[in-house]
C-alpha cells in the first residue's frame, strides 16, 4: 500500500501546475506555493516581455490533455500562453493546492527526524516553518535574473540613462524616441530589439558575443516542426548511453548525417543570408543543438536590412558618458540599455550542504533522469528536464517523480544504479556532447524521444509508440499520445 504523504510543490508556473496535478491525482495532499500574485511563471503577465511568444508550435508546446485553443496562432502569444495555462489549472482545480504570494525562503532537512523536508514559507508579511514529505522543486530555470555591470554604469545612469533587464521590459511606450542598445544574441534579446525598432525607437543596436545558429519558423518554407522534431532526425545527434552496436551503426552513417547537416546549414544560410551579416557560426549546427538554440524572431533579418537594427559583434567593455564603448572600438550612443543576458540558474533556498551534494564544481547538475539525486531523498525537480517541448517534458517528468516518490516505478532504480547513470550522463555532456552542458545539463532537447522512452520504461508502461511506425519515426512528439501512454502504465492510490 502506497501512504498518502504531504507534498509541497514550489513554483506555479507549467512545472509546477504539472507537478500538482500528478500528486494530487495519486491521492497525496498537495501544498503549492508561489512568491508571484498568479500562475504562469515565465508567461506571467507582467513579467513578459511586449509581442513574446512561443519558440515551439502549439501543439507541441501543451500538456497532453489539453490543447491550445484552435483559435490560437500556430506561435501563440505570451498572453495567450498564460490563458491557457489558467484553462488547465481551472479544468483540474489546481488553484485550491496552491498559495499565492507565498515564498519559500529556505529548505532543510526536517528537524522533527522524519525523512523529508522542513521549508521556511514567508506569507503575507509572516514567515513559518512547515514539514513535508516529499517536496517536488519547479522553480524553473529563469526566475533570478542575472544582472551584470559594467564600468562607467553609474554614471551612465546619472545623466539620465536607463538600465534595465530583458524581463522588465513590459512597456513598449519606454522605447519611442530613444536610442537602444540590447546586450546579447538570444531570443529575447532579438524579439526585443525587433520591438524596440517596431515601437519608434530612434535607433536599435544589438550587441551579441558570438555567432550561433537560429531556426526560422519556416525552414524553406517548411515549418520546423515538421522537419527538426522526428525521431529519425534525433538519432542522428550523438546520444547517450549508445551500445557497441549502435555506435558501429553511427560511424558507417557518419557520411550521410554530416551530408544532411551540412544540407540544412546551406539553406540557413541562403535563407537568412548569414555571410551577408557575417553571422555564420563556427561550430556544426549538429553539435551547437540544444534548448539554447534560438529560434529566429519574426523580422530580424528585415530590420537589418531596413537598418532599422543594427547588429555588432563583440559586447560592453565600459560607459562613457552617454556612450557604451564596446570591445570592438566601437561607441555606440545610447538612452537605454536593455540586458538580455539571461538568468542565474540555481537552487538559492536550499540549504548550501544539499548544494553542494547537487552541482558540480564545473556548474554541472548531479540528477538521474534530470530530476532526483540519490544524496537528497524525498525531493525531486519539474521542469529542469527542460527542451523544445517544455510543457510536454514537465508533464512526463511529474508522473515520473509521483511514482518514483512512492516507489512505484516499474524499474525503481538504486541508489548505486542512480550514482552509475550520473557519472554516465556528466561523462557523456563533458567529453562527447558539450552542448548538452547548458542549463547545468539540464536539458533534453534535442533528445527528446529517448528521454521520453526512458522515462515511460522506468514507469512500466505497456505502450510507448505510436502504432503507425512511420508517424513515430518522421514526425513530431504527439501531446495526446503521450497522454495514452501515461496512462498505459500501471496505476494505483496513495491511501
Ligand atoms: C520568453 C520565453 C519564451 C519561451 N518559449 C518557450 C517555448 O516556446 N517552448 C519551450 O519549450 N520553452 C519555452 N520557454 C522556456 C520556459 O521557461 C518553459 O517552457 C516553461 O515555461 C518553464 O516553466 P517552469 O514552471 O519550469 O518555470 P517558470 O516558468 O520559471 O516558473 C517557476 C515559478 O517558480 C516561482 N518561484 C521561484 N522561486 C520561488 C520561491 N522561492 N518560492 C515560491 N515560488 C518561487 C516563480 O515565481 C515562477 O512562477 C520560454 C522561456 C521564455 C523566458
Not at 544582472?147 to 519606454?174: C, K, N, R
Not at 524616441?177 to 538570444?186: A, H
Amino acid at each position: 500500500m502506497v501512504k498518502r504523504k504531504s507534498v509541497a510543490v514550489i513554483g506555479g508556473g507549467v512545472s509546477g501546475l504539472a507537478a500538482a496535478k500528478a500528486f494530487d491525482e495519486r491521492g497525496h495532499r498537495v501544498s503549492g506555493f508561489e512568491r508571484s500574485h498568479d500562475f504562469g511563471g515565465v508567461w506571467e503577465l507582467s513579467r513578459s516581455y511586449p509581442d513574446v511568444q512561443t519558440q515551439s508550435p502549439k501543439d507541441l508546446y501543451c500538456y497532453t490533455d489539453h490543447p491550445m485553443p484552435e483559435h490560437y496562432p500556430e506561435w501563440p502569444k505570451g498572453p495567450q500562453v498564460h490563458a491557457y495555462l489558467h484553462s488547465y489549472a481551472d479544468k483540474h482545480r489546481l488553484s485550491r493546492l496552491f498559495r499565492l504570494n507565498t515564498n519559500i525562503l529556505s529548505m532543510d532537512r526536517r528537524t522533527d527526524g522524519a525523512p523529508g523536508w522542513c521549508l521556511t514559507i514567508e506569507e503575507a508579511g509572516r514567515q513559518r516553518q512547515e514539514n513535508f514529505d516529499f517536496v517536488a522543486i519547479c522553480t524553473g530555470q529563469f526566475s533570478d535574473k542575472n544582472i551584470i555591470t559594467h564600468p562607467g554604469q553609474e554614471q551612465f545612469i546619472a545623466q539620465g540613462g536607463e538600465v534595465i533587464h530583458s524581463s522588465d521590459y513590459t512597456d513598449p511606450s519606454m522605447m519611442k524616441g530613444k536610442r537602444v542598445v540590447v546586450l546579447g544574441g538570444s531570443k529575447s534579446a532579438t524579439d526585443i530589439a525587433v520591438n524596440a525598432a517596431k515601437n519608434g525607437a530612434k535607433q536599435v543596436t544589438m550587441v551579441y558575443r558570438e555567432n550561433v545558429w537560429r531556426v526560422p519558423y519556416f525552414v524553406g518554407g517548411i515549418n520546423f516542426k515538421k522537419l527538426l522534431y522526428m525521431r529519425a532526425q534525433e538519432q542522428q545527434f550523438n546520444q547517450w548511453g549508445k551500445n557497441p552496436f549502435q555506435r558501429v551503426i553511427a560511424a558507417a552513417l557518419k557520411p550521410l548525417v554530416w551530408a544532411n547537416f551540412r544540407g540544412l546549414e546551406t539553406l540557413l544560410k541562403l535563407q537568412l543570408g548569414l555571410k551577408k551579416w557575417k553571422m555564420v557560426p563556427d561550430t556544426p549546427i549538429e553539435k551547437e543543438a540544444s534548448c539554447s538554440l534560438p529560434i529566429v524572431t519574426p523580422g530580424l533579418f528585415e530590420s537589418f536590412k531596413s537598418g532599422k537594427v543594427k547588429p555588432i559583434q563583440g559586447t560592453f567593455d565600459h560607459y562613457e558618458g552617454n556612450e557604451v564603448i564596446l570591445t570592438t572600438g566601437d561607441r555606440v550612443e545610447a538612452d537605454l540599455i536593455v540586458l538580455a543576458v539571461g538568468w542565474k540558474l540555481g537552487i538559492p533556498y536550499l540549504a548550501q550542504e544539499y548544494r553542494d551534494k547537487l552541482i558540480e564544481s564545473d556548474g554541472q547538475y548531479r540528477t538521474f533522469r534530470l530530476s532526483v539525486n540519490p544524496d537528497l531523498p524525498e525531493m525531486g525537480f519539474v521542469g529542469f528536464n527542460s527542451s523544445f517541448c517544455t510543457i510536454l517534458s514537465a508533464e512526463m517528468i511529474a508522473n515520473w517523480l509521483v511514482r518514483y516518490a512512492d516507489g512505484q516505478l516499474a524499474q525503481q532504480p538504486s541508489r548505486s544504479e542512480m550514482n552509475a547513470n550520473i557519472e554516465m550522463m556528466l561523462d557523456w555532456r563533458r567529453r562527447e556532447r558539450p552542448a548538452a552542458q547548458v542549463y547545468g545539463g539540464l536539458c533534453s532537447a534535442p533528445f527528446h524521444f529517448k528521454h521520453f522512452d526512458e522515462l515511460l520504461a522506468d514507469m512500466g508502461a505497456k505502450k510507448r509508440k505510436r502504432d503507425n511506425p512511420l508517424a513515430e519515426q518522421f514526425s513530431y512528439p504527439s501531446a495526446p499520445a503521450y497522454g495514452e501512454f501515461i496512462a498505459s502504465a500501471p496505476q494505483y492510490q496513495a491511501q
